[in-house]
């Protein structure tokens, strides 16, 4: 069965809870924040995740969902004239919208690449890159089910952060960047505790790029990547334990 859910020229995500019921979220033509569920009886109504607004464009939307279908939407909120920020709003398997909250600081230049990951109690950890003089840099914030932010923190230079949480929290977040002589991309990693707290940064692999990293729900964890020079081999590191 094919389904039309709406319209929007950026790319949709979605989340599927413990029951089956799918959240699908994205963008409405840049100028708002939508969602819908699929349950197994029907689709619900569109909802606003975060409206219209004069001078205001949205973007790069990610979701996740805990175990009773609560989830955390995040989206890159654009005004003219104001720098570009990642915002977070919690929406209930009841249809109750939290508030906006920026995540990332006022000073932080954005680069195109932010992603979102959640566990079973709510709690999600956010990540984006940022522009600097020097190169860019991977950053990421803990977000509680009750939307206290935890400490930004900067994981280290690159871009393209990708990050995956298991039930408890506990997950791994991966990057890619430049060697020190710029002749291939490394694929860095740092690991993720149920507090939030981030572990040694370490090279999971020294010619890799794409990277993503993905977790079982006992936090048993694996990456793939493509390697960066010829001839671009997919590669995979299988069963480390999150935590």
Request: charged share 20%; with cysteine; hydrophobic share 40%.
């Amino acid at each position: 069965m094919c389904l039309t859910l709406g319209v929007g020229p950026d790319q949709p995500v979605v989340a599927v809870d413990r029951t089956g019921t799918a959240l699908v979220a994205w963008t409405e033509n840049y100028e708002r924040v939508v969602a819908r569920r699929v349950r197994p009886e029907g689709v619900s109504a569109l909802r606003a995740i975060a409206g219209a607004a004069t001078d205001v464009r949205y973007a790069s939307v990610s979701v996740a969902l805990d175990r009773d279908g609560d989830a955390v939407i995040s989206y890159r909120w654009s005004k003219a004239g104001e720098p570009p920020r990642l915002r977070v709003r919690h929406y209930s398997h009841t249809n109750t919208l939290g508030s906006a909250i920026s995540v990332s600081p006022a000073a932080h230049e954005l680069t195109f690449f932010d992603e979102l990951a959640g566990d079973l109690d709510g709690d999600a950890v956010l990540t984006w890159g940022r522009w600097t003089s020097d190169g860019t840099e991977v950053f990421a914030r803990s977000i509680s089910s009750t939307g206290v932010l935890g400490t930004v923190t900067r994981l280290g230079a690159g871009d393209w952060p990708k990050v995956a949480l298991d039930d408890d929290g506990d997950g791994l977040v991966t990057w890619q960047a430049p060697s020190p002589d710029f002749s291939t991309s490394r694929v860095h990693a740092r690991t993720i505790g149920q507090d939030g707290a981030f572990g040694a940064a370490e090279i999971l692999a020294p010619d890799g790029r794409f990277a993503q990293p993905a977790s079982s729900p006992t936090g048993r964890l694996s990456v793939i990547w493509q390697k960066g020079s010829y001839p671009s081999d997919v590669r995979a590191r299988f069963g480390g334990q999150a935590g």
